[in-house]
C-alpha cells in the first residue's frame, strides 16, 4: 500500500482506491438516513487509530458521544480502549446553539493540535451547517475547515445527509470544495434493502469501478465481482458431513444454517437470473455433489449446453474426489460421440421422441442398486426443452419429482436460459426454490420458498477445495 494514501480499512473499499483515501484530502460522505454513513466514518477512524497508529478525532453535530461509542462497541470497534492510549479523541458538539464560526473552528482546530489527529470524521456538516443563522457563515465554515485540512494534513471525513427523495447534495457547493465525493444509496429488490456506494470524485485516483454494493453485516463491506477461478493454495480433500436424520446436509455450514439442510426426498429448485456463469451452480452445490461422493452414494449431472465431461470430472477433483470414485458413483449426460468410451458417460440421442428421459431413469436405477443408497440428480431443465416438447417436460419432471419423494433421493433442478416457459410450473412441483441473481458482478442468492435474506456469494479456497463464503446484505 501506498504511503500517500490513508487505508479505509474496509474490505473491497481500499482496492477500488488504490489503497485508500488521499493522505490531506477531505472527502463527503453523503447519503439518506440509515445507509451507513457514520458505520464508514467509524471504521474508517477505528483501523487508522488501532492498526496504522494515526490519531482520530470524531467531531459530532447530529449523535452524542455515548451513542457513537455504543453503537461502534456492538460492531466489536472498542474506542474505550482507543481514548485510553490517546488514539482518539470525541468532539461532542451537539449540544451547541447558534454558535459562531469563531467559535467552533477554534474548538476544532485546539483539539486536532492537542491531540496529534491525523484523521478527522465531522458528522454531520449538514447538522453543523443548520446551527448557523445563515448560509453564508455556513460556506465560510466549509471552506476554513477545508483550509485546516490542507494546514493540518488530516484525512477528513465529512458526513452529509442527502434527505430521502432527493439528489442534490447539501449546499450545493460542498462537492465544489472537497477531493473526493462518496454516494451511499438503498434501494428494495422484491422486499430486500440492497445498498450501493458510488465513487463520483476521488482526485488522484483511478477509480475501477465507481459503483459497489456494500453491506452493513458485521460492519461496512463492499462486496466485490466474484472470481470464477478458485485460488487452492493447500488442497484438501473434501470431508463428508454426516446426513442429519430424514435430511441430506449441503456440506456446507453456512449452507445447511440458512436451509436447515434437505429434507429426503426433496426437489429444489435453482433459478438462474440473467447472467451468471455456469460455474456458480456447481461452485454452490459442489459442495453437496461432494458430499453425496465422498459418502458412497450416486450422482447423475444433466448439465447445460457446452459444459463438457471433461471439466465436469476435473472439477470434482478440486474436493479430492478421484477420476476412479467418479467414473463409479457419477452418471453424466452428453449429447456427444467422443466420449461415449467412458463407463460414466450417458450418451443420449437429442432427436430421439423422449430425448434424455428413459436414460436418465434407468441409470439411476442402477446406481441406487449398485449403492444400496439414494442418489442426487443435479438437472439443467433447457437440456430437457432443447429436445422434447415443454408439454412432455412438465410430464417428466412430474414423475421424475414423484420418484424423488418415493425414493428418498434429492433431485436439483437448475433453470437456464431455455427454461423460462417452465419456471412457475416447476416451482409448483418444488418443496424448495431458491434464486441467483448478478448485481454489478456480485451474485446474490435468496430463497423464495423458504423466504430466506438476500446473501452475496464470494469465493474461498482457505479450506482447500473450493467453497463459496455467504454474506447477508442488511
Known amino acids: 500500500m501506498s504511503e500517500n494514501r490513508a487505508q479505509t480499512g474496509i474490505k473491497g473499499l481500499d482496492e477500488n482506491l488504490q489503497g485508500g483515501f488521499p493522505k490531506g484530502s477531505m472527502i463527503l460522505v453523503a447519503g439518506s438516513p440509515g445507509t451507513g454513513k457514520t458505520m464508514l466514518s467509524g471504521q474508517f477512524l477505528h483501523h487508522g487509530a488501532a492498526e496504522r497508529s494515526e490519531n482520530g478525532l470524531y467531531v459530532t453535530f447530529s449523535e452524542g458521544r455515548a451513542t457513537f461509542l455504543d453503537n461502534m462497541s456492538k460492531l466489536g470497534r472498542h474506542f474505550q480502549e482507543l481514548e485510553e492510549q490517546g488514539r482518539f479523541d470525541v468532539l461532542d458538539l451537539i449540544t451547541v446553539k447558534e454558535p459562531g464560526i469563531d467559535a467552533v473552528m477554534e474548538m476544532m482546530t485546539t483539539r486536532i493540535d492537542a491531540s496529534g489527529t491525523e484523521r478527522l470524521v465531522v458528522d454531520s456538516f449538514t447538522a453543523m451547517a443548520n446551527a448557523f443563522s445563515t448560509v453564508i457563515d455556513a460556506r465560510v465554515m466549509l471552506h476554513l475547515l477545508s483550509k485546516i ?67 452493513l453485516h458485521d ?186 419423494k418415493n425414493e428418498g433421493g434429492l433431485l436439483l433442478l437448475l433453470s437456464g436460459s431455455g427454461s423460462e416457459g417452465l419456471i412457475k410450473s416447476v416451482s409448483n412441483l418444488s418443496d424448495l426454490h431458491l434464486r441467483l441473481l448478478n ?26 477445495y473450493p467453497k463459496l463464503n455467504i454474506t447477508p446484505l442488511v
Open 219 to 404: 460492519g461496512f463491506e463492499v462486496l466485490t465481482p466474484m472470481m470464477t477461478r478458485p485460488t487452492i493454495e493447500e488442497p484438501r480433500r473434501f470431508n463428508p458431513v454426516p446426513d442429519p436424520p430424514d435430511r441430506f446436509s449441503t456440506g456446507h455450514g453456512q449452507l445447511d444454517e440458512i436451509l436447515v439442510g434437505f429434507r429426503r426426498g426433496d426437489t429444489i429448485l435453482l433459478e438462474l437470473g440473467e447472467d451468471i456463469p455456469s460455474i456458480i451452480p456447481s461452485l454452490m452445490f459442489g459442495t453437496l455433489r461432494a458430499n453425496f461422493l465422498t459418502s458412497g452414494m450416486g450422482v447423475l449431472y444433466i448439465p447445460p449446453a457446452g459444459l463438457n465431461v471433461e471439466r465436469i470430472i476435473r472439477f470434482g477433483e478440486l474436493y479430492g474426489i478421484t477420476e476412479e470414485e467418479q467414473r463409479r458413483l457419477m452418471r453424466i449426460a452428453t449429447d456427444g460421440v467422443e466420449e461415449k468410451e467412458e463407463p460414466y458417460v450417458l450418451v443420449f440421442d437429442p432427436d430421439a421422441p423422449k430425448g434424455i428421459i428413459p436414460l436418465w431413469m434407468e441409470e439411476k436405477r442402477r446406481l441406487m442398486e449398485a449403492t444400496g443408497k439414494p442418489t442426487l440428480t443435479m438437472a439443467y431443465i433447457d437440456r430437457f426443452t432443447a429436445s422434447i416438447p415443454v408439454e412432455w417436460t412438465r410430464r417428466a419432471l412430474d414423475m421424475a419429482v414423484t420418484a424423488t
Open 149 to 215: 485540512v490542507r494546514q493540518t494534513g488530516c484525512t477528513t471525513l465529512l458526513v452529509t445527509e442527502i434527505p430521502t427523495g432527493r439528489e442534490t447534495i447539501g449546499m450545493g457547493i460542498e462537492e465544489f470544495v472537497v477531493d473526493g465525493i462518496i454516494i451511499l444509496r438503498r434501494r428494495l429488490y422484491d422486499g430486500y434493502t440492497v445498498r450501493n456506494l458510488e465513487i463520483t470524485k476521488m482526485r488522484g485516483t483511478r477509480i475501477e469501478e465507481p459503483r459497489r454494493i456494500f453491506t
Open 439 to 464: 448485481e454489478q458482478g456480485v451474485i446474490l442468492f435468496h430463497g423464495i420458498r423458504p423466504r430466506t435474506l438476500l446473501y452475496a456469494l464470494e469465493m474461498d479456497g482457505s479450506e482447500g
